[in-house]
């Protein structure tokens, strides 16, 4: 691995634990043992790094996602859209430092500003959407899922999944314990 990896895994750790603006370049430099120096040398500034790992989040997330979509074969609609949501919830969970970062409020708040790292949230989310938006058009024409705007329950159900995973990476409450009943839950929206 090169030094501008272990600084883009260091800080993607370090934004993700205590924070973007909690961390500072001295942070990733002990981290990394990398002179600020070095890291002046990979990137321009701090600001630079959060976009350079947003951008490989998105990357990484869009990958996983297309890679289980090839390797699925759904007899109905509504059982892909189930494999869709049970996948998110694997893949938050396999990259848990990842999406804690995620949710915290500076990715945010820096897409208000900077349009590539509005273009790297946007897709993340827009990839789990499109997944399950797809699936529910399936489940729509073979019966499975019933006749619901497709776009607005992709939104909703995205909406209770990135709650109860964000409880869960933020220890608020032992959300996992509940995941059979999400997705319970998820199916009784689905289901006619």
Do not use: W
Not at 139 to 161: Q, T
């Amino acid at each position: 691995m090169s030094k501008r990896d272990d600084i883009l895994d260091a800080a993607t750790h370090l934004f993700a634990v205590k924070g973007y603006q909690d961390t500072s370049i001295a942070d990733i430099s002990r981290a990394t043992g990398a002179a600020d120096g070095t890291i002046f040398y990979h990137f321009k500034n701090k600001e630079e790094i959060l976009v350079i790992i947003l951008r490989r989040i998105k990357e990484r997330i869009l990958a996983e996602f297309r890679d289980n979509a090839a390797k699925g074969r759904f007899a109905t609609g509504l059982e892909r859209a189930e494999n869709v949501i049970r996948f998110y919830l694997a893949l938050t969970a396999a990259m848990e430092t990842e999406f804690m970062l995620l949710f915290r409020n500076y990715p945010y708040q820096l897409a208000n500003i900077n349009e590539e790292a509005r273009s790297d949230l946007e897709a993340v989310y827009t990839c789990f959407l499109d997944f399950l938006t797809e699936a529910i058009v399936l489940g729509k024409a073979d019966g499975s899922i019933d006749d619901l705007p497709e776009d607005k329950v992709a939104l909703v159900i995205f909406g209770m999944l990135s709650s109860m995973v964000r409880f869960r990476i933020f220890n608020l409450f032992p959300a996992a314990a509940v995941y059979p009943e999400l997705l319970l839950s998820c199916r009784k929206i689905l289901s006619k």
